[in-house]
């Protein structure tokens, strides 16, 4: 690791896995050890968080001998190699591609957007596409409450306010729309904000594919959104946040109404964002804490606002943390032109 440092320690792991120390801890101890942590700066780790000296003695001897532990060092070695190539690779690409400042254009051919963002794995705004879509001016919160109220809709509700990984867990309610739409105007002290998100799959429903004829996808990079799992519907009150996440494709992000902070990591830099489980980082990027998370130091950091009009694209890997700045409604999607396999993102 560049600096040295045991990864998770000090901070976002003691807090997290002194509940259980013994295997927990040790399991972090190897793994630093295979990663290349001197053994010594590990052990004064163990032994903050409170195990037996004894104990951390003999666990540390006996790492060199184990085979199991030889195999994640060699492990360790391959993914330090991919590391390395990749902070290369984009100090390299730095020089003639800014990875801390989006672009917003405009007029852009699909030749220029596939050769220049989508094939080279570069996000871009595009300030052209969504301004004329029925959609933002149709959809106010009373079109959606009069035409869609009665309906019931699954959402996200009773994510801790202050506790960014409560969002990597589901907190599906279901209840009429309506109901939905007032709790967004009255979110409880200490609540996260509800939040309806692509994971609730509104638009697969046959009941909400009329708000599609309200989408124009732009044939120039899009094709319609004619199957399940293409575009997805979200509406959330300000506060409503996603945390750092990646996906599992290329998708867009079309802004309706309302405005989004973000901020993006690109995908060649999954070793600095502290994915320790899933398709999420264990560092809130609302506030974040470089003296907890000394790697971020090293990444390229996008943090920008999305307009009401604008789209988005995020290329496959990028990292992104979202939050309403708003009231806001936003169209995502994945039904590129080009191919887009890698993975599928509901199966």
Known sequence: MR???PHGAPGHQRTML???KGNEWLQWGAFNCASGVEKKVVGRELAEAGLAPEDIGAFLDGL??????RAAVQLARRARLANDLNDALLDIESSSFDFTRIARLADLSAEDFHHHFYALNRPVILTDIVGDWPARTRWSLDFLRDRFGDFEVTYQKGRSARNHRDSFVDHTVTAPFRVFLDEMADVPEGEGAPYLIAHDRLLDRPEFRPLLED????ARYLNDAD???EAFFWIGPAGARTPMHRDLGNVFMAQITGRKRIKMVPSRQLHLVYNDHGYHSEVDFTDIAFEDYPLLKNAFIMDFILEPGEFLFIPV???HHVEALDMVITVTGNNFRAPNTLRPIFE
């Not at 060199?64 to 532990?69: I, Q, S």
């Not at 989408?215 to 732009?218: K, L, Y």
């Open 215 to 218: 989408v124009h996808f732009d």
């Open 3 to 5: 600096d040295g440092a």
């Open 64 to 69: 060199d001998g184990d085979p199991v532990f």
């Open 317 to 319: 890997g990028w990292w």
């Open 18 to 20: 002194s509940v259980g």
């Open 227 to 229: 199957g399940k799992g």
